[in-house]
């Protein structure tokens, strides 16, 4: 059975989802034999004295390294453990590691084929992703692929609504620390990168910005739990519809950088942590006249894609294994068939030799005679 493990690894959580068979959509009429299951983490790393790394503590003596998984901020966070220098592009390997080692070590004892895919910020240049690939191969984690964000969560789309007619998705991805927008092509004759145009971000929209706005209209010298509680909840309702309003100048950029129009995009598929308000959907639904998509957790959306994109990897590889395993059965019954059939030609063989030297002792026939048809000589 091929077993999907999709992680997505953002500046503030972590998601793992291991995606098994019947875990995806089921068909009409029919129930999932098995949900996803799913891991959420701080993306924080903590490291013993004997430099055992742990994902999500955050210590009350010590220090975590946090802020290390965007690989464009030169400001990203390096770490020194022992005598080695950790980038960041170590840091993001060293939390798939720990994860991975945690799924391998529950699935210790199935005998199920396992697809890895790790997904990256679409607007990475070739050099970080280069980086990341090379971080990787460093834990020894060659097998995993890496996939970029939106098109993690257009393979989620596919499999939960499609199939799809082919066309253009705009995916909104509002996460903890910023928001990407991207446009990707989705239905059947994708191509190979079906991103289009270029993907954007500004860290003006998430969910640590709609903080500091909360922030900003509750008052000045508040603790964060004060702040929520005098913070009316239609007033927080108001304010996140001006932020997500506030958003879509990203969104027309974008379709300006693609040269498209909105009227081209078929559907606006919403991802990410802090687009779990029902407002964000709606804005975005009225504002932008496009089907609005969002999954239940819209965090763990790209994770989701990525477990179904590890998945079919998985099967694929399990395919060309069988494929090897029925060419040597096929090589063997072959081998058989001919020791067999050399077997029975030889004992032919040498029963018409027995009667050749038999005739030859009776009538004398000389020392040696051959055995016509048979090429075998008897002395």
């Known amino acids: 059975m091929a077993v999907g493990l999709g992680l997505s690894i953002g500046t503030?959580?972590?998601?793992?989802?291991?995606?098994?068979?019947?875990?995806?959509?089921?068909?009409?009429?029919?129930?999932?034999?098995?949900?996803?299951?799913?891991?959420?983490?701080?993306?924080?790393l903590t490291f013993d004295s004997t430099g055992v790394a742990r994902v999500g503590m955050i210590p009350r003596h010590g220090r975590a390294v946090t802020e290390f998984a965007d690989l464009t901020q030169r400001s990203s966070t390096w770490a020194r453990v022992?005598?080695?220098?950790?980038?960041?592009?170590?840091?993001?390997?060293?939390?798939?590691?720990?994860?991975?080692?945690?799924?391998?070590?529950?699935?210790?004892?199935?005998?199920?084929?396992?697809?890895?895919a790790v997904t990256y910020p679409a607007r990475y240049a070739d050099e970080q992703v280069d980086a990341l690939r090379a971080a990787l191969d460093g834990v020894h984690l060659t097998q995993a692929a890496l996939v970029a964000e939106p098109v993690a969560a257009a393979a989620w789309l596919e499999a939960d609504r499609g199939p799809l007619m082919p066309g253009l998705t705009l995916v909104y991805d509002?996460?903890?620390?910023?928001?990407?927008?991207?446009l990707v092509r989705v239905?059947?004759?994708?191509?190979?990168?079906p991103i289009v145009g270029v993907s954007l971000r500004s860290t003006e929209f998430g969910g640590r910005a709609f903080g500091a706005l909360i922030a900003e209209h509750a008052g000045q010298?508040?603790?964060?739990?004060?702040?929520?509680?005098?913070?009316?909840d239609t007033l927080a309702g108001e304010l996140r519809v001006r932020h997500v309003r506030a958003s879509l100048e990203l969104v027309y950029r974008c379709l300006r950088v693609a040269d498209v129009t909105m009227a081209d995009v078929?559907?606006?598929?919403?991802?990410?942590?802090?687009?779990?308000?029902?407002?964000?959907?709606?804005?975005?639904?009225?504002?932008?006249?496009?089907?609005?998509?969002?999954?239940a957790d819209?965090?763990?959306?790209?994770?989701?894609?990525?477990?179904?994109?590890?998945?079919?990897?998985?099967?694929?590889?399990?395919?060309?294994?069988?494929?090897?395993?029925?060419?040597?059965?096929?090589?063997?019954?072959?081998?058989?068939?001919?020791?067999?059939?050399?077997?029975?030609?030889?004992?032919?063989?040498?029963?018409?030799?027995?009667?050749?030297?038999?005739?030859?002792?009776?009538?004398?026939?000389?020392?040696?005679?051959?055995?016509?048809?048979?090429?075998?000589?008897?002395?």
């Open 12 to 44: 503030v959580n972590t998601v793992s989802v291991l995606a098994e068979e019947g875990s995806a959509k089921a068909p009409p009429g029919r129930r999932k034999t098995q949900r996803a299951q799913t891991i959420t983490r701080r993306t924080t």
């Open 82 to 116: 022992g005598n080695r220098a950790l980038a960041p592009a170590d840091l993001v390997a060293t939390v798939a590691k720990c994860l991975i080692d945690e799924v391998l070590q529950d699935q210790a004892g199935h005998d199920a084929g396992l697809g890895i």
């Open 174 to 182: 509002l996460g903890g620390a910023g928001l990407d927008v991207t």
């Open 187 to 193: 239905g059947a004759g994708c191509p190979s990168n």
């Open 221 to 232: 010298g508040l603790s964060s739990s004060s702040v929520s509680e005098s913070v009316a």
């Open 266 to 295: 078929d559907r606006v598929l919403v991802v990410g942590g802090a687009a779990r308000p029902a407002e964000v959907a709606e804005v975005l639904a009225a504002e932008l006249a496009r089907p609005v998509i969002a999954a």
């Open 298 to 379: 819209p965090e763990r959306t790209t994770a989701d894609g990525a477990a179904i994109i590890g998945r079919r990897a998985a099967l694929v590889a399990e395919a060309v294994a069988e494929q090897r395993r029925a060419r040597r059965r096929r090589v063997r019954r072959r081998a058989t068939t001919r020791a067999l059939m050399l077997s029975r030609r030889t004992r032919r063989r040498l029963g018409r030799a027995v009667v050749v030297t038999s005739m030859s002792a009776v009538f004398g026939l000389g020392t040696s005679i051959l055995a016509a048809g048979d090429g075998v000589l008897v002395s």
